[in-house]
Structure formats: structure tokens, C-alpha cells
């Protein structure tokens, strides 16, 4: 038994979550949702940080957006980039069931016209999950600071790509970019950052 599994098992299956997760495979999509024990960190971290207003880049089915919604303020806003109509409206009719519907909003397409939008727009957010494309995700977390209020937090998930990011032998484009992702929140000197190693790696990071 690893870490992970023995964690896992000190918690009672979450079924709104499960149902989530069951959701995502009948659809014939892969689940890459984010991990249950850093499903619930996101949940302790929105709580904990009073978020009002968060976005989330990547949706798939809305496991992360479930635990991102019971943390945040009530009447807070959550929005999410999601590239695919078809996952947009799976995460959605989740979110429903889950009770949050009214307070999340999703924009389709390429999520750099949307957060291209959401700058125009004069947008700021109290908590950032990055969880999508891996070859954006520089170019996600320069959004994520610049569209932060002051104290907002930021988690990027897939951090090890599979150990792909540790193996010197791997430098596939998603590879590199998640390397230099991981390389700008551990130096940029507006974050203050750690890195978590387990299940598939999570960055965190908040904005001074």
C-alpha cells in the first residue's frame, strides 16, 4: 500500500463526488479529474482563503469544481474555462445536482481567448485551479497573477506529468512547459509557493 492509498482509505467515499466520477466514464471520456485528497485540499484551501470569486481552467466533469464550490463563500461565483461544449454541459448538469448551480458560469473555447476576456473585462479572482492543457500552463499562471487580488491562491495539478517531469529523458513539448511552470512558481518573487509530490504533483502558490 502507497501513501495515497492508505490516506484514501481513512475517508468515507464521498457519493455526490463518485457519482461525479461515474459520470465522466459513462460519457466515454477519460477521467483525469484531480485527485480526492487534493479534491478535498481545494475544498480546505477555498474555505480557508474566503473565496468569493475563483476560476477554474479545465472542467471536464466538474469533480474540481464540486470541491471548489463547497468551500467558497455562499453567493460566491465560480467560473469556468472549459475548451468542449460536451464537457462544459456534463460539469454543468454536476454542478446542478450538487446544489451549486446558480453560482457557477462556464466559457467555451480556447481558454487563452477567455482569459484574454476576463482581463479586458477588469475580472480579479480570490482562487485560481489550473488543471487543463499542459502546454499553456506558463501562459495560465501569468493570467492567473494578473487577474489575482492580493492574497489569491493558485494550484496547478499534474505537476509530475507521470514522472515525466523528472525524467531527464523526456522532453515532449507538455514536459517542457510543465518544467517551466514549475520553475516560475518556485522563483517568481510576487508567489510565495511550495510544491506537494503526491498523486500526480500540485503546485501552490499565493499572490503577494
Same mark, same amino acid.
Given at each position: !500500500?502507497?501513501p +495515497?492509498?492508505y490516506s484514501?482509505e481513512?475517508?468515507?467515499?464521498?457519493?455526490?463526488?463518485?457519482?461525479?466520477?461515474e459520470?465522466?466514464l +459513462?460519457?466515454?471520456?477519460?477521467?483525469v479529474?484531480i485527485?480526492? #485528497?487534493?479534491?478535498r485540499l481545494?475544498?480546505m484551501?477555498?474555505a480557508?482563503? #474566503?473565496? +468569493?470569486?475563483?476560476?477554474?481552467? #479545465?472542467a =471536464?466533469?466538474?469533480?474540481?469544481?464540486?470541491c471548489? *464550490?463547497?468551500?467558497m463563500k455562499q453567493?460566491? $461565483?465560480l467560473v469556468?474555462l472549459?475548451l468542449?461544449? +460536451?464537457?462544459a *454541459?456534463?460539469a $454543468?448538469r454536476?454542478l446542478?445536482?450538487a446544489?451549486f448551480?446558480?453560482m457557477?458560469e462556464y !466559457?467555451?473555447g480556447?481558454?487563452?481567448?477567455?482569459?484574454?476576456?476576463?482581463?479586458n473585462?477588469?475580472?480579479?479572482?480570490?482562487f485560481f485551479?489550473?488543471d487543463?492543457?499542459k502546454e499553456?500552463?506558463?501562459?495560465?499562471l501569468?493570467?492567473a497573477i494578473r487577474?489575482a487580488?492580493?492574497g489569491?491562491? &493558485?494550484a496547478g495539478?499534474n505537476?509530475l506529468l507521470? #514522472?515525466?517531469?523528472?525524467n531527464?529523458?523526456k522532453?515532449?513539448?507538455?514536459?517542457?512547459? !510543465? $518544467?517551466?511552470?514549475?520553475?516560475? &512558481?518556485?522563483t517568481d518573487e510576487? =508567489?510565495i509557493?511550495?510544491?506537494l509530490p503526491?498523486?500526480d504533483?500540485?503546485?501552490?502558490a499565493?499572490?503577494k
Amino acid at each position: !500500500m502507497n501513501p +495515497e492509498q492508505y490516506s484514501e482509505e481513512l475517508y468515507t467515499e464521498d457519493s455526490m463526488l463518485k457519482s461525479v466520477t461515474e459520470s465522466i466514464l +459513462e460519457s466515454g471520456k477519460n477521467d483525469v479529474s484531480i485527485a480526492p #485528497g487534493y479534491g478535498r485540499l481545494l475544498t480546505m484551501l477555498a474555505a480557508v482563503s #474566503g473565496a +468569493e470569486a475563483v476560476l477554474e481552467i #479545465g472542467a =471536464l466533469g466538474g469533480y474540481s469544481g464540486v470541491c471548489l *464550490a463547497r468551500g467558497m463563500k455562499q453567493g460566491g $461565483r465560480l467560473v469556468s474555462l472549459e475548451l468542449k461544449e +460536451e464537457n462544459a *454541459a456534463l460539469a $454543468r448538469r454536476n454542478l446542478e445536482r450538487a446544489g451549486f448551480g446558480g453560482m457557477t458560469e462556464y !466559457m467555451i473555447g480556447p481558454a487563452l481567448d477567455s482569459l484574454a476576456q476576463l482581463e479586458n473585462r477588469g475580472e480579479k479572482f480570490d482562487f485560481f485551479l489550473i488543471d487543463a492543457d499542459k502546454e499553456n500552463y506558463p501562459a495560465y499562471l501569468e493570467y492567473a497573477i494578473r487577474l489575482a487580488r492580493p492574497g489569491a491562491i &493558485i494550484a496547478g495539478d499534474n505537476t509530475l506529468l507521470r #514522472g515525466r517531469t523528472l525524467n531527464p529523458d523526456k522532453n515532449g513539448p507538455s514536459v517542457l512547459a !510543465m $518544467r517551466k511552470f514549475n520553475e516560475s &512558481i518556485a522563483t517568481d518573487e510576487r =508567489l510565495i509557493s511550495t510544491m506537494l509530490p503526491a498523486y500526480d504533483g500540485l503546485a501552490l502558490a499565493m499572490v503577494k
